[in-house]
């Protein structure tokens, strides 16, 4: 478990620095302040979503992992021998991802989650660092409700670590402001979600906002009839319909001020 975690962060940081590189090599989408609420600059917006990081990751983790810790100690035992290994780790990943994707989804349908959840989705100029940026209580909500699949499923901590590792590095690289060649593009979107899919997802267009829910494979949304046909364009604006960007401690305090529905 040490040396899982110890990967997990090593990880996320290069993988991060990475595409905070290539997205400025290569951006997909000009950065425009001036569609920004505030007129916020880029190192603004590196604040604002590293705050909220940064909070998370002082505040939460010891919770977050102790939650977890606990659901597998409790699981009861059932799983045939087939599902040990190298074979179960893929199918927890394969029945993790289905599970995000259905929270996802209950994040934009249910009132109570979604005053959490947009937080993430006022962001109003994408990139890497785009997916560092949830509020705290979007981070308890999402551990308290994973830990009884985990119990009932029987995952081992091994799995859910790694399960972990995936979906920061699918995060980051969907939330990136990188332009991929359109054959690369062509042949990754049919398995994994691109920043072309989830950008749609951050589009500042209900109907679009509400679809594209997957978060590492791209199937879920197929399967359960929520892809958008939209295709991100250069000049598409990104945020919450009817809402707008605003300051970390107005972020903070946002969920429980008054219902944004």
């Known amino acids: 478990m040490e040396t899982l975690l110890a990967w997990k962060t ?4 290069v993988w991060l620095l990475l595409f905070a590189v290539l997205e400025r090599l290569k951006p997909a989408s000009p950065w425009v302040a001036a569609n920004s609420t505030f007129g916020f600059s880029q190192k603004t917006h590196l604040l604002q979503n590293t705050s909220l990081w940064l909070i998370n990751v002082i505040f939460l983790p ?6 977890t810790l606990a659901a597998t100690e409790v699981a009861p035992q059932w799983r ?3 599902l040990r290994g190298h074979w179960g780790l893929a199918f927890d990943v394969l029945v993790l991802d289905l599970w995000i994707y259905a929270w996802h989804r209950a994040n934009h349908r249910v009132a109570f989650l979604w005053r959490f959840h947009q937080v993430h989705h006022l962001d109003e100029q994408l990139d890497a660092t785009s997916a560092l940026r949830f509020h705290f209580g979007e981070v308890l909500l999402s551990a308290l409700v994973r830990a009884p699949v985990i119990m009932i499923l029987a995952i ?3 799995s859910v670590l790694i399960f972990e590792i995936m979906i920061a590095l699918a995060a980051i690289f969907h939330h990136s402001n990188v332009r991929l060649a359109p054959v690369v593009e062509k042949w990754l979107c049919a398995v994994v979600i691109t920043p072309s899919i989830h950008w749609v997802h951050h589009h500042a267009v209900r109907a679009d906002t509400d679809s594209n829910y997957g978060t590492i494979l791209s199937c879920w ?3 359960f009839a929520s892809q958008s046909p939209k295709r991100r364009t250069p000049e598409m604006v990104l945020g919450v319909e009817g809402l707008r960007e605003n300051r970390v ?8 001020v008054r219902s944004q529905e």
């Open 221 to 223: 949304d197929r399967i």
């Open 10 to 13: 090593g990880l996320i940081l």
């Open 249 to 256: 401690l107005k972020l903070l305090v946002l969920p429980f």
């Open 62 to 67: 010891a919770l977050v992992l102790a939650l």
């Open 156 to 158: 081992p901590l091994t």
């Open 80 to 82: 045939p021998d087939s």
